[in-house]
Nanobody, 124 residues
Framework: QVQLVESGGGSVQAGGSLRLSCTASIGTLSSFTMAWFRQAPGKEREGVACIGASGRTKYADSVKGRFTISRDNAKTTLYLQMNSLEPEDTALYYC??????????????????WGQGTQVAVSS
């Protein structure tokens, strides 16, 4: 029904920046709730940021002020601008989507559609 493909991951030194992209295989994205999650080795997947169809956003405390989530509905693409990266940000980053209207959420169970992830590695 919905396919998500992440890109933009890579290796960067602490303090650097990366911009992740997630492209959806659907005609419109305006009504979707979109989010970014990440999972480090040996740890559970955690919510990073989300944006609702209304434009409302929510961020994990660990990334607030450093990361910015945005969307380009015309291009059916979700972005995550990551600045001031820290080694603790190292993880596999996933794009997630819900095709129904809802308040922004960082709970995994709220998202039925997932990408396969893009790796981010931050070194000191």
């Amino acid at each position: 029904q919905v396919q998500l493909v992440e890109s933009g991951g890579g290796s960067v030194q602490a303090g650097g920046s990366l911009r992740l992209s997630c492209t959806a295989s659907i005609g419109t994205l305006s009504s979707f709730t979109m989010a970014w999650f990440r999972q480090a080795p040996g740890k559970e997947r955690e919510g990073v940021a989300c944006i609702g169809a209304s434009g409302r956003t929510k961020y994990a405390d660990s990334v607030k002020g450093r990361f910015t989530i945005s969307r380009d509905n015309a291009k059916t693409t979700l972005y995550l601008q990551m600045n001031s990266l820290e080694p603790e940000d190292t993880a596999l980053y996933y794009c997630a989507a819900n095709d129904r209207w809802m308040d922004p959420s960082l709970l995994r169970l709220r998202y039925p559609y997932w990408g396969q992830g893009t790796q981010v590695a931050v070194s000191s």
